[in-house]
């Protein structure tokens, strides 16, 4: 069998040009687009390839599993957001899952991405981290803390549904708690699936 390509010596720079090209095709077709261009256009369609071919070997291991499980398929393919443990009223379960995927990654600079937190060089300095769910305090209590030792800390929250008129408020309190806990960077995110419509303070969201 060919041996796969070390996808991740170029991935990074890869997935950076895909979302420029996506933003330009917005506007302008690629086949508009001048002749100086044509390294962009390039990278883009290998990206594609490359995105296809991933797409594939997933698709074939999903195959091969769902055969070796026969006559049950690979867990893969189920619908976890019907499972009671992820329902609307259950944050906690979500948190709980989040913290365990945080933990496999191997620090700042993935955790910080995968959230749009922070720059290079917050990313840098802050290096490897803990991730943990945080027990109550006078503050209140925060869903997920990614801990940096005396570098900083990243703090998450978790929000199902729409939020009310006092979360702003309770962001507040978050803030407060972060800035008690020693020196060094602080950075919030809202993980939710209904951006808030009111002021969200120095948290930034994503879905």
């Keep these: 069998m060919e041996a796969a390509p070390d996808y991740g010596a170029f991935i990074g720079a890869l997935r950076t040009w895909e979302q420029l090209g996506r933003r330009l095709q917005a ?13 962009f256009i390039e990278a883009l369609r290998t990206w594609e390839q490359l995105t296809q071919r991933l797409q594939t070997n997933v698709e074939d291991a999903i195959a091969a599993s769902n055969e070796e499980l026969s006559p049950l398929s690979d ?7 019907e499972h009671r443990w992820l329902s609307d009223d259950r944050e906690e379960s979500y948190s709980d899952w989040l913290v365990w995927i945080l933990q496999g990654m191997s620090g700042a600079d993935e955790i910080l991405t995968l959230f749009g937190v922070g720059d290079d060089c917050a990313r840098r300095e802050l290096g490897k981290g803990s991730v943990r769910r945080e027990l109550p305090s006078e503050w209140g209590r925060t ?7 005396d570098r900083g800390l990243f703090i998450i929250e978790v929000k199902i549904g729409p939020t009310g008129k006092d979360f702003p408020d309770q962001l507040k309190r978050y803030e407060e708690w ?27 969201f994503t879905d």
């Design 178 to 204: 972060a800035c008690n806990q020693g020196r060094g960077r602080k950075l919030f995110a809202l993980l939710g699936t209904v951006k808030p419509a009111h002021d969200i303070r120095s948290f930034v």
């Design 75 to 81: 867990p893969l393919k189920l619908n976890l957001g």
């Design 143 to 149: 869903d997920v803390v990614v801990r940096f030792g």
């Design 27 to 39: 506007k302008v077709p690629l086949q508009d687009l001048p002749r100086k261009y044509g390294a």
